[in-house]
């Protein structure tokens, strides 16, 4: 995940959104679990969040507001994101995919490609292919006409 990329421009605002974001999808299920939490930890150590507003996402995660990202890339890096965390303890739970479609709708994502998207980046991560990997790919579904 281009995480770094984001700390390497330096968009605080956008950073702290994306870490809401994989706050409220971890809890889009009623549970946060030790994996979630440790996945979650880790990508906010990435963008140089502290420990105290991890902690403040964590309990009022409404406390920061949605920033939308600035290009698809950005977009795909997101929901490759949110897509590994719902992943993360192995249980596809329904509320966590709405959470993950609605965000790419949020994004606006076309609704038209969003369940082709979400469906290809579920098939990396399981076929455990990096973003990386993949990005050139992903990009493509998001620019079909």
């Known amino acids: 995940m281009s995480t770094i990329e984001l700390k390497n421009r330096g968009d605080r605002k956008k950073m702290m959104s994306h870490v809401r974001n994989l706050v409220a999808l971890a809890y889009a299920d009623g549970k946060f679990s030790d994996e979630e939490k440790q996945y979650v930890a880790n990508v906010a150590t990435e963008v140089g969040m502290t420990a105290d507003e991890m902690k403040q996402i964590i309990n009022d995660p409404e406390c920061i507001r949605f920033v939308m ?18 992943m993360i303890d192995g249980d596809l739970d329904e509320n966590e995919m709405i959470f993950c479609r609605a965000m790419a709708i949020k994004m606006k994502i076309p609704y038209q490609i969003v369940d082709e998207l979400v469906a290809k980046v579920i098939n990396f991560i399981t076929d455990n292919f990096y973003i990386e990997d993949v990005i050139g790919e992903l990009e493509k579904t998001m620019n079909k006409d």
């Open 69 to 86: 990202p600035s290009n698809d890339i950005e977009k795909i890096e997101q929901i490759y994101d949110l897509i590994l965390l719902m």
